[in-house]
Structures are given as C-alpha cells and as structure tokens.
C-alpha cells in the first residue's frame, strides 16, 4: 500500500514549513507529499491563516526533495485555465525530475473564491469545465510533436497549439480524479483518471463498488485505476497524547478528526488495513499542523512499516 502524507495547514503553512514537512515525510518514508490547494484554510474565518499557491510551492519543492511524489488533492478546475495548468504541471514535473501528480476537481469552496475573485459557477457547469480541462491538459501533454491539437467545447477553447509543455513522465503525469458523487465524477474518472480518490468514503465500499462499476460501464478495465482514500489523523504514542494533538487544532480541527483517527499507531493502521479491505491501494493521511514534524515522524516510524 502506497502511504502518503496530505497537508492542509489550519493557518497556512510558509514555504518553508512545507519544504520541512515535505522532506521529513520523504525522510520518514512516505512515497508521496500532497497539499491541498485552497486559499482558506480549516475555519475560514479564522485571519492567522496566510495564504500560499499549490503549483508554485510544489515547484520549489521539487527541487528540495529527491524521491517522495509531489502533488495536490484536489487542484480545483476554477482557479486556472486548462492550458495555463498543463503547461504550470509539466515545469513542476521536469523540475523534479518526472514526480509530480495532479490531482483535480470541480472546486467547491464557494468563501474562497469570493474572497479572491475567482469566478464560482453553478454545480453542473463546474463538472461539464471539468470534464473540458481533463480533455484539454491530457490532449496538450499527450499530443505527438509536429502535429497540432485543438479543442472545441462549450467553455474552453483551443486553437491549433502546437507547442506543447514537456513533462518528465512519458507519456504524461499521474492524474487523480476523486469524490463520492455518484455519478459525473467517477464516470470522468473512469475517462482520464489513473487514480480513483474515494476521499473520506474508504469505509464505505459503495463509493468504490459504484466506481468499478461505471469502469466497466464506460469500456475501463477498473483494475487499471488505482483506488485511494484521505484518512484525517491525529496519532499519538498514547491516546491522551493523540487528543492533546487533535485539541491544539481548535474547534474546526476537531470537526475534520471527526471522521478521521484520533489515536495510537496501532488505530491508524487499523483504520488503513480497513481500507485496504474494500480496495484501496493508496491512503493519505491527512494532517492539519504545518509545524508539527514530529507528527509525521511518528507515522512514519511506526505506521508506514506496518502496511507495506
């Protein structure tokens, strides 16, 4: 099983916490450092939070960290263009030398884009820009050198490009695709997505049961897509120490834990082997203190190894 960690600091995190946490994550042996990509954090309301772009931080870290994959859950399709994506990804990607993944969805976080005047469309027309971006950034990346790629759609447009982004991997990066919807997400997963992200649903095997299902539906052989859940976890090497931690993250970090683990190592890897059970191949741990290193120590030296 692939353990990875996934940051969504409650005040904002500096680039240098991140560069911190995502090397002692490579150190503690994660496969992988993810972030969210948000402009708000946990509580909205709360003004300590500052902060930082996704895509321009996972670049730095590209080339501060040697091994550990790279990437975002979930980029949301509103903040950027497709093409200005594809091109922002595959400099990511040949930065750290072929370990970037993007992970993408709708967005959903209406407050955000409200605070930075980002346009936030209806629900429908957020999948149906969704579902053109995923055709526009796999056409811009896969496309062959000397021919010419152009996308028609009813919200984005693309007209004969024919300089395309280079990304390290060939033919082009992981993408992960995520969401208990039941419908629109994982038939757009099943088009374009290597990853399945069943998000906090990975105890419930109907998310991932309806995934394979609409795999073999739309012609996708599901054992060709992994499948991945997000856990939120506070550990501790005892329960009291697991709480003390969960308690310093305030009332809205003991909402998230709420459907999360709040508990030894021995209770994360009892919740991941769960997992596992209904299919999943790779889990995020999902933490909210930018600063707390030892945290990710703690994982790594006593749950990590016990689900490789």
Not at 90 to 96: E, L, N
Not at 154 to 180: K, M, S, Y
Request: hydrophobic content about 40%.
């Amino acid at each position: 099983m692939k353990v990875r960690i996934l940051l969504e600091p409650r005040y904002g995190a500096t680039y240098d916490e991140l560069a911190a946490m995502a090397k002692t994550a490579e150190e503690a042996g994660f496969d992988a450092f993810f972030r969210s990509d948000h402009y708000l954090g946990i509580d909205a309301d709360d003004t300590r939070l500052v902060p930082t772009d996704s895509w321009t931080t996972i670049a730095g870290l590209a080339r501060e960290t040697s091994r550990v994959r790279l990437g975002t859950l979930m980029t949301a399709a509103t903040f950027r263009h497709p093409g200005q994506l594809a091109v922002v990804v595959a400099s990511a990607d040949a930065m750290s030398g072929g370990r970037v993944e993007l992970g993408i969805g709708t967005g959903w976080y209406e407050r955000e884009h409200q605070y930075f005047g980002i346009p936030f469309p209806p629900r429908k027309e957020r999948f149906d820009r969704l579902e053109e971006a995923l055709a526009i950034i796999t056409g811009l990346w896969t496309t062959p050198p000397g021919e010419r790629f152009s996308f028609e759609g009813r919200h984005w447009r693309v007209e004969g490009c024919a300089n395309f982004p280079l990304p390290a991997q060939r033919a082009r990066p992981r993408i992960i695709v995520g969401g208990a919807g039941p419908r629109r997400t994982p038939r757009i997963a099943a088009r374009y997505a290597d990853e399945f992200n069943a998000a906090l649903s990975g105890s419930d095997s109907g998310v991932i049961d309806n995934f394979r299902r609409t795999c073999e539906e739309v012609g996708r052989d599901p054992a060709t897509v992994a499948i991945s859940t997000v856990v939120p976890v506070s550990c501790g090497r005892t329960k009291k120490e697991a709480e003390a931690r969960r308690d310093r993250l305030g009332d809205a970090g003991r909402r998230l834990l709420s459907a999360g683990v709040v508990g030894t190592p021995a209770d994360v890897v009892s919740r991941a082997e769960a997992s596992r059970e209904l299919g999943a191949d790779v889990i995020y741990f999902h933490v909210y203190d930018g600063q707390d290193l030892e945290h990710v120590r703690l994982l790594g030296a006593e749950v990590v190894p016990a689900l490789r």
